[in-house]
């Protein structure tokens, strides 16, 4: 197998007839930062902290006792917390630094909830709500939404409608329209969230080859994505790269024709056509 990251990550969601480890997944995004590190050794300190739950729970098989003791091992024991003070740092998203540090940010907390509380005979799943990254848990046929950066706090619906006050689009929203943002997230949508996080986060820090290499990564996950396609040109510009940006930039608006900033980017594309002419 390649050991380029993005070759590996197209390599292990492009195989739908294997399991798809989420924590799996995440590691080979941190490879993108940090190529040497061993991602088997990072998946047995998953395991090993699952063993613990399953040790705990020898005597019991109720999901929510079971729940209860993942939440004691990770948050009081293990000592995962949210990174309130440095919430934009890029370690919080890359899973070796997050386990090493023992602070991330909502998607990369709930990754590692996710994963060891599988291992842990839990049925846990992603939910990409808007802004703030949750967990899915079915607890003896209830659903309880649970926060990862909130020490694994199980969360009513009133307390998600009000993190949706922030959003003028989403705001007041009815409980049928609450229930589609809480849907389970496939671990392709997890991961090109996360990858689409760090792109942000780079490119506003001005790392604008590190911004490429993660839009391209999530790209690589999932190619039909038109914001990471237009965001990908908009780099390519930055870049000076502008025969590339014009072909993204242009099969963005192939592909969201109507997409709000349609006429800022057709400008932009008359005004590479000019500065790519300027090469020949």
């Known amino acids: 197998m390649s050991n380029n990251p993005c070759d590996q990550l197209r390599k292990i969601v492009g195989q739908p007839e294997a399991p798809l480890s989420l924590a799996r997944g995440a590691l080979q995004i941190a490879r993108l930062e940090y190529p040497d590190l061993p991602v088997e050794a990072y998946l047995d300190q998953l395991q090993i902290l699952a063993e613990t739950v399953n ?12 729940l209860q003791q993942l939440n004691h091992v990770l948050f009081h024991e293990f000592g ?12 919080n998203s890359y899973l070796n630094r997050v386990l090493d540090e023992r602070t991330g940010i909502p998607i990369s ?34 659903t309880a939404i649970i926060d990862a950066f909130a020490h694994g ?17 989403l705001r ?11 849907a389970p997230a496939s671990i392709e949508e997890i991961l090109t969230r996360m990858l689409r996080n760090l792109g942000a986060i780079l490119l506003q820090a001005g790392a604008l080859e590190k911004a490429l290499t993660h839009t391209e990564a999530s790209l690589a996950i999932d190619p039909g994505q038109p914001l990471e396609i237009r965001n990908r040109g908009l780099i390519f510009e930055k870049l000076e790269c502008f025969n590339s940006a014009l072909n993204d930039l242009t099969a963005y608006l192939q592909t969201a024709p ?15 056509q000019k500065k790519a002419a300027q090469l020949h």
Not at 56 to 63: I, L, N, V, W, Y
Not at 174 to 180: D, E, S
Not at 258 to 272: F, G, R, S, T
């Open 55 to 66: 040790r705990r729970c020898a005597k019991t098989s109720g999901a929510r006792a079971r």
């Open 258 to 272: 109507a997409a709000e900033d349609a006429p800022a980017m057709q400008q932009k594309i008359i005004e590479l």
């Open 80 to 91: 995962l917390a949210p990174n309130s003070d440095n919430y934009y740092d890029t370690d």
């Open 109 to 142: 907390l709930s990754v590692i909830y996710i994963e060891t509380g599988r291992l842990a005979g839990l049925d846990l799943e992603g939910v990409s709500f808007p802004g703030h990254f949750l967990v899915r848990a079915n607890l003896d046929g209830q």
């Open 172 to 182: 007041g929203l009815n409980a049928p329209g609450l229930a589609r943002l809480l």
């Open 153 to 169: 706090s199980q969360l009513d619906d009133a307390t998600l409608a009000a993190e949706l006050k922030h959003n003028p689009a």
